[in-house]
């Protein structure tokens, strides 16, 4: 035999070998009182790292919890987590790893509209309850049987807003939107919500998410006629820059934000400019402020205080809140059910009602998987650097 | 006369050379099957009929196919690395295109899958070509940075235009459809791929042993000495260019099938740098190296998953000691070994 076929063959075997190793022994028959196997892929690093890393964070220390205090219908909940870093391609084969290898009862995760898209064919084939934290409406518009979520969707924020806006008097809006994922898809969610409220847009700008310069597009707002208030979709940076423009050029009607800003970073970029600026937030952002008699206070201000314990002062944020409220519908479809039987806890989660969570209450339906409210949402104004309760 | 004795004395040489070759063929044509080439095309297929029986489940296949999908884009990638020296950093550019055409052309405009998939690798190739003139006049740092422009642009208009491709969030593509069955699963997927791979193996084995090969390995020892030999350098770097970015294309079609999903990161930067570290890592001017280095790096992930927080810091550290011990990459590095090894037992 001469050389290369031997080491082509030694290669060979070599590959072979590898790839052996992946094999694992087929799952016994799974016993009742086993554990759950609960399921997670979320984006810890890469650019989405800070959606995934308090999603993550927030499911380790709650499962901990709940198995501390005996588990679910008596059996322990076994976390299996895969990093995605945000890449699709990455999602879908950590999820068939899920479902094929780990065997799985229950997916929790997706951080990302992207990555949970691209595993929705793969739990609806495999039937098991998928349960995302992602914000994107095509997750569940239009509703597929195996697939819920937890946050409020941008056009649940548009609707908020106008419906702010009506309260005001508000008819005619100038839109001044970033390009990026974020804002492109706030953008278009306003337009198609705008005609119900009766608003009319007037005006509709758009910003790179580079640019650290918006006064041409808000001059050509104020010079739009008769605007009432002026909406900004977009998150990061630029919504600040457009705070400061806007100040800077002397508007003399209201500017809304979205919910993209919702974080103590916005006001102190945005500084003095900010004051008069309303926007729609979770509660979570506001928890200390709620009335005493307000329904959601004890679960925003339980969950803000337990994780702020362990990581710190401010650390918490709406992410990691979306987990929380995914790992507890699946407590209470568990529950319900009786098992961790696939079918039965999809039946359940299907028919829970009046859940309250980090995001809102929440009420599903054969055509509603995600059961949030409009209430969701609470308005804030800045006040004094601050937030305050609108309504 | 002077100008009448060179070309008598070559052909005299040429003649010479033919005579000894066809000597040496018959004499191995029974170990035709030994060769560097049909051995290794021998020991790739056996792999890939043996590898099922190792395959328990979905996800297996899944590892599998992606394993074969980077493989087509890195082998032809190491044409153009290893074979004509130039680099590139924009493949997952032409990736990305190819999984788009296809994902656009079968969603919005409802082409049948194995019409979209030529006509992005035609796109591609013209578009390839249509860069390759220019850029690659450049050289070293300039080149790299061009296509690595390319590259970024490409990822750019697909995240931009969200009309077209769903933006950053990506969108659905259809199963592929053939011969009225859809595919899907991984076993139907796991051939398909496996049969591409081999075609794309077999197309580059022939690249490098056609007179082509010889003109690019030339081209990568001395761009200048080829040039004198007359070799047209631009002619066969531009070829090269555009033969890999058609492999990318087609191995993009094939994946947006596969994944039933696109999103931009398919076209992202770090995915062409992961194209390149492949390469480099199986072994440049290797065509199984190539694959090998495919592999590798698809499956080294799977492995490391577990490790969650210390992934990247063990993968970076298998990388930089497969770089420091095996400068030439792993499959040229271990060939070198059986080689010393078999020469010793034989003494």
Known sequence: MTTPLKTGLMLAGLAIAALGLTVSAPGAARAEDDPIRVGSFLAVTGPASFLGDPELKTLEMYIERINQAGGLNGRMLDLVHYDTAGDANKARTFVKRLLEDDEVDVILGGSTTGTTMAVIPLVERAEVPFISFAGGVSIIDPVKPWVFKTPHTDRMACEKIFEDMRGRGIVRVALISGTGGFGKSMRGECMTVAPRFDIEVVADETYGPGDTDMVAQLTKIKNAEGVEAVVNAGFGQGPAIVTKNFAQLGFEVPLYQSHGVASKKYIELAGDAAEGVRLPAAALLVAEKLPAGDPQRPIVVGYKTSYEAVYGDGSVSTFGGHALDGLMLYKTAVEAAGSAEPAAVRDALESIRGFMGTAGEVTMSADDHLGLGLSAFRMLEIRDGDWTLVD | ?347
Not at chain 2, 45 to 60: G, R, S
Not at chain 2, 187 to 198: E, Q
Not at chain 2, 223 to 247: L, N, W
Not at chain 2, 282 to 300: E, I, K, Y
């Open chain 2, 1 to 347: 006369m002077a100008h009448n004795v060179r070309p008598s004395g070559y052909s005299k040489f040429a003649k010479k050379q033919t005579y000894t070759r066809r000597m040496s063929t018959r004499k191995s044509r029974a170990q035709m099957l030994l060769s560097e080439r049909g051995g290794g095309m021998a020991s790739l297929l056996l792999v890939i009929l043996v590898l099922p029986l190792f395959l328990a489940n979905d996800y297996h296949y899944d590892v599998a196919v992606n394993i074969g999908i980077n493989a087509i884009v890195v082998v032809g990638l190491n044409l153009l690395i290893g074979y004509a020296g130039q680099i590139s950093l924009g493949h997952a550019g032409f990736f990305g295109l190819g999984a788009y055409t296809s994902a656009v052309l079968t969603a919005h405009y409802g082409l049948h899958g194995l019409l979209a998939l030529p006509i992005g690798a035609l796109g591609v190739g013209v578009l390839a070509y249509a860069i390759a003139r220019p850029v690659l006049r450049l050289s070293g740092h300039y080149l790299a940075m061009a296509t690595l422009g390319v590259g970024l642009i490409i990822n750019i208009i697909i995240s931009r235009e969200a009309w077209l491709t769903g933006g950053p969030d990506g969108m659905y593509v259809p199963l592929l459809e053939v011969f009225g069955t859809e595919v899907y699963g991984g076993p139907m997927w796991y051939w398909i791929v496996a049969a591409t791979l081999l075609l794309a193996v077999w197309l580059s084995l022939n690249l490098i042993d056609s007179p082509v090969g010889r003109a690019l390995r030339g081209l990568h020892g001395s761009e200048v000495a080829a040039q004198v030999a007359g070799v047209d350098t631009t002619r066969y770097k531009v070829m090269v260019f555009v033969i890999s970015a058609v492999m990318a294309a087609v191995a993009g079609s094939l994946a947006a099938h596969f994944s039933e999903f696109v999103t931009p990161a398919k076209a992202d930067f770090s995915h062409s740098i992961l194209f390149v570290t492949m390469v480099v890592l199986g072994g440049m001017a290797s065509t199984f190296g190539a694959v090998v280095g495919a592999a590798v790096l698809t499956l080294l992930p799977q492995f490391l998953a577990d490790f969650a927080d210390y992934e990247h810091v063990i993968l970076g550290l298998i990388m930089m000691t497969v770089m420091i011990f095996m400068p030439k990459g792993l499959v040229p590095t271990l060939a070198a070994l059986a080689r010393r090894g078999a020469r010793r037992t034989a003494r």
